[in-house]
């Protein structure tokens, strides 16, 4: 499965929200849209401690699709220990508390509609209820094992 999926490449996001012990975050590959109405979105953590454990906890989190320029940043939100949430990577907080990366080239404003356990992950159904559009840019993706920009046009 794992090499099958290695050579597939996904958009990569961040996913933030603000747990009873401050910000957390975590990057994510497997963000996809489910629907339209509601609108609604899915993706998944590997387990359910940490910042995935506080995300699956939370009322409400913000998935930020983010471009190639923010690859490091996603690097940081991949590995525990990560610097983030820091005043230099461009982060302020949504009137209803969210961490938001203002430089995102969209910003999805979610609460859980579901979760389901499949074996060690955790796989979460979203409604979406508010888009924050950011300045438009290139697509991080990651594929085989690592994060990339799409080509220019």
């Given at each position: 499965m794992k090499s099958a999926f290695r050579q597939h490449?996904?958009?990569?996001?961040?996913?933030?929200?603000m747990s009873a012990s401050g910000p957390?975050?975590?990057?994510?590959?497997?963000?996809?849209?489910?629907?339209v109405d509601p609108a609604a979105i899915v993706f998944s953590v590997t387990r359910a401690t940490g910042s995935?454990?506080?995300?699956l906890a939370a009322d409400s989190f913000v998935v930020h699709l983010i471009?190639?320029?923010?690859?490091?940043?996603?690097?940081?939100?991949?590995v525990s220990g990560g610097e983030r949430f820091t005043p230099e990577q461009g982060w302020s907080a949504l009137p209803t508390g969210e961490p938001h990366l203002q430089a995102a080239r969209v910003a999805l404003r979610c609460r859980p509609i579901q979760t389901v356990p499949v074996g060690s992950s955790t796989?979460?159904?979203?409604?979406v209820v508010e888009v924050t559009e950011g300045r438009p840019g290139r697509p991080l993706v990651y594929v085989d094992r690592r994060f990339r920009a799409l080509p220019h046009d």
């Open positions: 490449p996904s958009g990569v996001a961040i996913i933030t929200a957390v975050g975590l990057t994510a590959s497997s963000v996809a849209s489910v629907a995935a454990g506080a995300i471009d190639d320029e923010h690859s490091e940043l996603a690097e940081s939100f991949a796989v979460v159904i979203a409604e």
